[in-house]
């Protein structure tokens, strides 16, 4: 310790040099292990080149596909198709423009409640005016139970797409109103939709995270509120919104009311169509009779000949003298299937298509 103290300097200075070789020796350490991974990349990126100048051979005995100027050429024409392509696609699921419908973008949730009673009393009493029955004890609401039946409540989200909801609905409403022939019976039981401003966001963390799904609970206590089991929702692609409409009358109504629909130039599309018997009350709230009636025009049931002479056409029936009789018998039709009310339950999507979001270069330059 004492030599140590004696020659201080010489002594720091030698522990500096071999402190500095030491960290020289892990530089130069670190530094061909990075020339040697550099080496094997470049090795790995060369191979890669060689084999896409070389091609691929995708058919066994053809000759292979390479990275040559035709092939990308040719690459790049394909895109330009296939972006064509899904530009007409997109054109063809968004329908004509002039006839989407769009929520207000401007509506707040007092405008928007004043607007779904406002709605709501104008469809019973279009339907009141045209003799079109709604259900007499708690008639429909039209999706919109849980605003109309609890005063003071509102939407507390989703203005827009809420709005848009119920313009849809007032097309599907008067659509059905419309198809109606003259004097045929027709309940509207309900109108149900999907309610979109009860969704929960994804939390951060769970896959999805950000997005909005159906809230399990939301619409658990409304009669007039339904998540869709078959959509043609596909999510980045098309989006949509599902309206179920529950009515009972006779097939003329259902037949014309979606081809109304389909024929109307806007974006929907019919996913379900579900036909079932009305019940008893249904048909008495409907004045239908019970007991099948013939059709007009036709003529009483004849009495079964009691052999079977004639059966087959083929030969004419023989009186018991023996002697033709003077004319033949009159053709008699018999009603086979007695005209029943049906409940139908028709499921409607509009389709719309989401907007395009600009690519993060195209958005310009981050503010400082």
């Not at 050429?73 to 198709?81: G, L, P, Q, T």
């Not at 014309?256 to 389909?262: A, K, Q, Y």
Request: net charge neutral; proline share 7%; hydrophobic share 45%.
């Amino acid at each position: 310790m004492q030599n140590f103290k004696k020659n201080l300097g010489f002594n720091l200075a030698l522990i500096a040099i071999a402190g500095l070789f030491i960290a020289g020796c892990v530089m130069a350490f670190l530094a061909f292990r990075g020339s040697t991974s550099s080496a094997l990349q470049l090795d790995r990126a060369r191979k890669e080149q060689a084999a896409l100048l070389r091609g691929h051979e995708f058919v066994p005995g053809a000759a292979p596909v390479s990275l040559n100027d035709k092939n990308v050429d040719a690459a790049a024409s394909d895109v330009k198709e296939l972006e064509a392509h899904l530009a007409s696609l997109r054109a063809a699921i968004a329908g004509n423009p002039d006839l989407a419908i769009k929520g207000k973008a401007t509506a707040n949730s007092a405008e928007l409640s004043a607007l779904l009673r406002e709605s709501v009393d104008g469809w019973r009493k279009l339907a009141a005016d045209q003799g079109i029955k709604l259900m007499p004890n708690d008639p429909t609401a039209f999706g919109f139970h849980r605003y109309i039946h609890n005063q003071g409540t509102s939407p507390k989200r989703d203005f827009q797409k809420v709005d848009q909801q119920r313009q849809i609905i007032d097309f599907i409403v008067r659509q059905l109103a419309e198809s109606r022939p003259p004097g045929s019976p027709l309940l509207i039981e309900s109108v149900d939709r999907e309610p979109i401003e009860t969704f929960v966001q994804i939390p951060e963390g769970k896959p999805g995270a950000g997005t909005y799904v159906p809230d399990a609970d939301g619409s658990k206590n409304e009669i007039d509120e339904f998540l869709p089991t078959r959509t043609f929702d596909r999510r980045g692609l098309v989006e949509s919104l599902s309206f179920r409409v529950r009515f009972v009358g006779y097939t003329p109504t259902l037949r014309t009311f979606v081809n109304r629909i389909r024929n109307s130039g806007r974006p929907v599309a019919i996913t379900t169509i579900d036909v079932g018997l009305a019940s008893k009350d249904v048909e008495k709230l409907l004045s239908a009779a019970a007991a099948p009636a013939a059709a007009p025009g036709a003529a009483a049931p004849a009495a079964a000949p009691a052999l079977l002479g004639g059966f087959f056409g083929a030969e004419e029936p023989v009186a018991a003298n023996g002697a033709k009789p003077a004319a033949p018998q009159v053709d008699q039709r018999v009603l086979v299937v007695p005209r029943k009310l049906s409940a139908f339950v028709v499921q409607i999507d509009y389709l719309s298509i989401p907007e395009e979001k600009p690519a993060a270069g195209a958005e310009g330059e981050p503010k400082k």
